[in-house]
């Protein structure tokens, strides 16, 4: 009984951390991306989405747009490792990404970032085909 008692408890527990994650179509909206150019504020360096903060201008206006990102492990892969994103805090960004299907204002996808000094950094799904064409850069 006591054996059944622990088994069941450490099955509770395993489930606890493991929360829904879904695809790129059920939060974002692919045929709703734009570029964005502000300052990168923050670099958030977590699993399982790592999140940049960049304030733009909007009207006269300075309003902070919240992008996910991929994974670190995957960030890292390509190139973006966090002292590469940090160089760029404080400094202006262009972000190219896919907006929040829920209407949450100022949240995104990111597919791409270009930093202060040019280089362009894959930071998510590239859902519209563009990285590395004229047409991004």
């Known amino acids: 009984m006591r054996t059944?008692?622990?088994?069941?408890?450490?099955?509770l527990l395993a489930a606890v951390?493991?929360?829904?994650?879904?695809a790129f179509a059920v939060e974002f909206d692919a045929k709703n991306c734009s570029d964005i150019t502000g300052v990168?504020?923050?670099v958030?360096?977590?699993?399982?989405?790592?999140?940049?903060?960049?304030?733009?201008?909007?009207?006269?206006?300075?309003?902070?747009k919240t992008f996910q990102l991929s994974s670190t492990s995957n960030l890292k892969r390509?190139?973006?490792?966090?002292?590469?994103?940090?160089?760029?805090?404080?400094?202006?960004v262009l972000v190219r990404g896919?907006?929040?299907r829920n209407g949450?204002?100022?949240?995104?996808?990111?597919?791409?970032?270009?930093?202060?000094?040019g280089t362009v950094q894959r930071l998510?799904?590239?859902?519209?085909?563009?990285f590395g064409t004229k047409v991004w850069r």
């Open 124 to 130: 998510g799904q590239d859902v519209e085909g563009v």
């Open 44 to 64: 958030d360096y977590q699993n399982p989405h790592a999140y940049i903060y960049v304030d733009a201008k909007e009207n006269g206006q300075t309003v902070q």
């Open 104 to 117: 949450e204002d100022n949240r995104y996808a990111a597919s791409f970032i270009k930093l202060a000094d």
């Open 98 to 100: 896919c907006a929040s």
């Open 78 to 92: 390509g190139g973006a490792t966090l002292p590469v994103m940090n160089a760029s805090v404080g400094k202006e």
């Open 40 to 42: 990168l504020t923050k």
């Open 17 to 22: 951390p493991a929360s829904a994650h879904h």
């Open 4 to 11: 059944t008692i622990g088994f069941v408890f450490a099955a």
